[in-house]
């Protein structure tokens, strides 16, 4: 688009009074929203709030640079309490401050309308821990760095309720990629903006703003552990300034940390029993037979932002961003081979028992002449027993190598990297301009340690590579904001070009080969099976989108915005979503707001195309296929799945902004947002009839499916969410100090609707409504007094009730486990030596608060102690020391 200078009144009449009417709609139906664009249209929001002075000079009263936001809004110069949109801005101290230096304990920790769970046992989710806001989809709020759309990670959360229930399907953002000391301030637009960022917006957005000093230096280390004596933390961190030409800047963080494992379960009821008689020291964890804690990390992170001003006010910008970590967590107990008498039943990928007995099946001979037909030794594969008339029973041999049982290893190794390179510029006139580019890519290669392929027998290897998972993305943009002298119109426009790839890497031969014991023992690595050939590929899908923007005073009180935006994606078609926001200032001290917006979420690659398949073994001993195959897979279709739609959603919200003294802020949002067609994880048995179906289209051994679990994505229900959030901050000279009083409030209530027949089950809906605390607050003092400082941050988490899920009777809210609600004090105090050194000590959860005890009676006889769906975790009290130097 071309917008010329010399536009005429007539036409700015014309769109002012088209901003009257859609701000009077509006008004009318209690709205709300804002936002940008895929790409850099934040980018050049932040141009012109550093480079322009137009808007600035026009605005009733100034506000400071930390005040200053650039996120769901074009205009120059706004405060959160000045925007239309409720948007929270929290300063990189504040990030810093806290004991984990993981942005997705550092952000939820403040933010009481973010949650997040701890899994210790959930496949990739163990270490790759999705963030929710308002309890939606992860993958249903944006995440941006510096106005720049920022990756998903490669993991599709495919775990099964009650294990986090409201991520299940999700395709979300790696909060963990952060380092906390490369961050000037994040800010979370509290409110859908579609619109202006595209897709995965519904629920808001949260934008990372990088440091850009071009001097100084900040090196800090830390330690810490938990109450218990485990999880040991050890930090360092640096992150500095130099200058790029006259007055251009590249600012460098880097960060190492590494975190040992917890372990807060109870010992295996099964481990207990084998302990009982081999001894504790033979049972994996001492007994435990499995660890229910947090893995154990090592993480390196750095992040480069650089901006060079170029002849004119244009400048060149790029940022550039590194993660590499290692994971490593714990699996299932799987019982070892014991003698009868001891009445313990040994795990099945080690033994095949005759019926009623604990005593090893006589091996066929038909199986041992195949084994020797295929040129292989059945001493490999099975154990010799003179009593069995093929002279082999049904025992593997790599039983030996196991005499307390085995726990397998899960971890990956993750890499994450983004860059961005563009040119900005207008600053000094009436259009402000920003075009840029951006490629970045996450891996999760998972490994797997201390596991069998029970198919191999003895010549299975016991640590495997089951493949690898590896998103990529790259995008493009053109950002322009118009303004003029004589109007307090601002018009911006934009168009945006995105690609999304994603990969699925073959795992390992042995972590999928077929051993002539397959149909005995299982097939694949044990606890995770490796990638077969069928599963690996490559599928890329292209959206292109193109917005317009245009907010403006009406009149020194009343001010309003219209936006709208199409965007086409691969597969998904087109959709054509607005936005329509108005604030209403009554006095200097009280304004009211409003927005009501459209907006949408494309189905992602991963979610379109992941094979994850499971063999195991049926009583006939015939091997049986199962789990989550592509909507387009003939498993899938037989099934009745059909072809992805996209997400869509219509979000309302009001509120109210009031300032009764100069120290003192408050904010009041209700929202109410409506999803259509949100995706879930169908689940099915398959029947006679469908393997019927399958047979007719000739799909192989299709008998073998007869009686599997078969799950594919479908758009299977609806959300209605309603909520408010509530904010009170005041500021207060207290003796010769300062101190900060911030509160913060979350209520939110999901109804899901319109679910489709024979897609989720009772179990999942009534989890996705009750399992995150439908109330949450935090409470922080902040108080400063020379070299001193002090923070107290209290968190309130309300009750919670989940199903017994996988394990129930699919029947709540009888089989409902209640938990109440907990709160939590966190402390921190700090002193300034000189101008250099600085330390600090703290404690989270300083009073040792654990949640409830886990009601569930299966989890309890598989050693979980604690709520396991706690929103806090379950680890405790955790104490910790930092000293930073800035020179």
Known sequence: ????????????????????????????????????????????????????????AKAKSTTTLQEVVVTGTHRAGLSPTSSISPIDAFSGSQIAKQSSADLTDALTNVVPSLTTQRFPIADGTSFVRPVSLRNLSPDQTLVLVDGVRFHRSALVNLQIDPLGTFNQGAQAVDFSVFPSNAIERVEVLRDGASVLYGSDAIAGVVNVILKKAPSGVTVSAQTGQYGKGDGNLRRYDADAGFPLGADGFVHVSAERETTDPTSRGMPQADAAAVAAVVGADQVPYDGFGQRWGDPQTKTNKLFVNAGLPLAGDAQLYATGSFMGKKVLSSFFYRNPVLPAQDGISGRSTLVSYADGTLTPANAPQSLVDSIVAGGGDPANYLTANAASPSGWVLLNPIYTQFPGGYSPLFGADISDHQLVGGVRGGGQGNLQWDVHYRTGSNEVDYQLKGSINPSLGNLSPTNFHPGKLTQREQGAGADFVRSFDDSPLT?????????????????????????????????????????????????????????????????????????????????????????????????????????????????????????????????????????????????????????????????????????????????????????????????????????????????????????????????????????????????????????????????????????????????????????????????????????????????????????????????????????????????????????????????????????????????????????????????????YARVTASF
């Open 491 to 879: 018009l911006a426009f934009g168009a945006n070009w995105r690609q999304e790839t994603y990969i699925i890497h073959q795992g390992d031969a042995g972590s999928i080969e077929v051993g002539p014991t397959a149909s005995v023992f299982g097939v694949g690595s044990d606890a995770f099976q490796g990638f077969p050939a069928n599963a690996a590929g490559r599928f890329t899908q292209n959206s292109e989108a193109a917005y317009v923007d245009a907010e403006t005073n009406f009149t020194d009180q009343w001010s309003g915005a219209a936006a709208v935006r199409y965007e086409r994606a691969d597969n998904y078609g087109s959709k054509i979503v607005y936005k329509l926001s108005s604030r209403y200032a009554f006095t200097d001290a009280f304004a009211l707001r409003g927005t009501c917006n459209t907006g949408f979420r494309t189905p992602t690659p991963g979610q379109a195309n992941t094979l994850n398949v499971t063999t195991t073994a049926n009583a006939q001993g015939g091997l049986i296929p199962s789990g989550t195959y592509p909507v387009d897979n003939p498993v899938a279709r037989a099934l009745g799945s059909r072809p992805l739609k996209t997400e869509t959603s219509r979000s309302l919200s009001v509120g109210a902004v009031w300032t009764p003294l100069d120290n003192v802020t408050t904010t009041l949002d209700y929202y109410r947002i409506r999803i259509d067609d949100r995706i879930g994880l169908v689940s099915n048995s398959v029947t006679q009839a469908t393997v019927d179906q399958l047979a007719a289209g000739g799909y192989p051994n299709a008998q073998l499916l007869l009686g599997s679990d078969a799950s594919y994505f479908g758009n299977a229900f609806g959300s209605d969410i309603r909520g408010i959030d509530f904010v009170v901050d005041t500021r207060h000279q207290l003796g010769n100090g300062g101190l900060n009083i911030d509160f913060r409030y979350n209520q939110n209530k999901q109804n899901v609707v319109k679910v489709q027949p024979d897609t989720l089950n009772d179990d999942f809906v009534y989890d996705l409504e009750h399992q995150v605390p439908r109330s949450r607050s935090v409470l922080s003092f902040d108080y400063n007094l020379h070299r001193f400082e002090a923070i107290a941050r209290v968190n309130r988490y309300g009750s919670w009730s989940t199903t017994v899920g996988l394990f129930g009777s699919n029947n709540p809210p009888d089989d409902v486990n209640h938990y109440s609600g907990k709160t939590l004090l966190d402390l921190e105090a700090s002193y300034k030596f000189n101008d250099t050194f600085t330390v600090a000590i703290g404690g989270n959860n300083v009073f040792n608060t654990y949640p409830g005890k886990e009601q569930n009676a299966t989890l309890q006889f598989l050693g979980v102690k604690y709520a396991l769906t706690s929103p806090f975790g379950f680890n405790g009290a955790f104490w």
């Open 1 to 56: 688009m071309h917008i010329h200078a010399g536009i005429n009144v007539v036409l700015l009449r014309a769109i002012r009074a088209a901003l009257a009417a859609a701000a009077l709609v509006a008004c009318s139906v209690q709205a709300q929203d804002a936002g940008a664009s895929d790409s850099g249209q934040a980018q050049a929001g932040q141009a012109t709030a550093v480079q322009g002075s137009n808007h600035a």
